[in-house]
């Protein structure tokens, strides 16, 4: 799987929005990119997924660049609940879904009042 | 709906004991399940995966004959940690894979060896 990097940590004013980056500059045309994120001391949590075009769910957006070497993680309006290490992971889609995740350190991301 | 529990939530166990761990998928069936380790400040760290019915696969570094993994069944994995040492204090978490290769991840457990 294609290595990640992200920034170590990350501030956020209450009510504002977030925006988490990750670059994948060696994905492959196959690899997805995947959002997690670990709530202290809990397992780690889905937020979404996506190969080249961006999504929106429920909790979050993912802006993937064109040539998909990068992308975004978007809350648009942060909490303190969101207060979380937030993971960015590129592995192969679900079609190999016998493999694990491999996590990286992630983003240290700190929502203030 | 994807529910993924762990059994016990933390555990305070003597050094050279044995401890189980439990993960369960509650509303769904698993043929695939991990266990991964957290220590402090570190990002999860993949132990093994399990396939039910089958010997699981261990990560390199990872001794197989003192992490027991058992799964049995489509819903439950077992991690048994033999003759525990503080070293082996750690905060384990399990996953399992439902029928569209999402990955949904328990509480954790947190281990406490004395």
């Known amino acids: 799987d294609a290595k990640t990097t992200q920034p170590p940590s990350m501030d956020c004013a209450e009510g504002r929005a977030a925006n988490l980056p990750c670059n994948h500059s060696?994905?492959?045309?196959?690899?997805?990119v995947y959002w997690y994120r670990q709530i202290h001391s809990q397992g780690p949590q889905y937020i979404i997924h996506?190969?080249?075009n961006n999504e929106t769910n429920e909790m979050a957006s993912l802006i993937i660049t064109e040539d998909r070497k990068s992308s975004t993680l978007i809350l648009p309006h942060a909490t303190l609940r969101d207060t979380a290490v937030y993971y960015c992971?590129?592995?192969?889609?679900?079609?190999?879904?016998?493999?694990?995740?491999?996590f990286g350190k992630g983003t240290s991301l700190l929502v203030t009042p | 709906g994807a529910v993924v529990s762990q059994h016990p939530s933390w555990v305070i166990c003597k050094s050279g004991t044995s401890v189980k761990i439990e993960c369960r998928s509650l509303?769904?069936?698993?043929?695939?399940m991990f266990w991964y380790r957290q220590f402090p400040k570190q990002s999860l760290m993949l132990m093994a995966t399990?396939?039910?019915?089958?010997?699981?696969?261990?990560e390199q570094g990872v001794e197989k004959d003192k992490f027991l993994i058992n799964h049995a069944s489509l819903t439950l994995s077992t991690l048994t940690v033999t003759s525990a040492h503080p070293e082996d204090s750690s905060f384990y978490i399990c996953?399992?894979?439902?029928?569209?290769?999402?990955?949904?991840f328990g509480p954790g457990t947190r281990l406490t060896v004395t």
């Open positions: 060696t994905i492959s045309g196959n690899e997805y």
């Open positions: 996953s399992a894979m439902g029928l569209t290769g999402e990955q949904y």
């Open positions: 996506g190969l080249k």
């Open positions: 992971i590129v592995r192969v889609g679900l079609s190999n879904s016998g493999y694990a995740l491999n």
């Open positions: 399990s396939n039910e019915g089958s010997k699981a696969t261990y």
């Open positions: 509303d769904f069936q698993a043929t695939t």
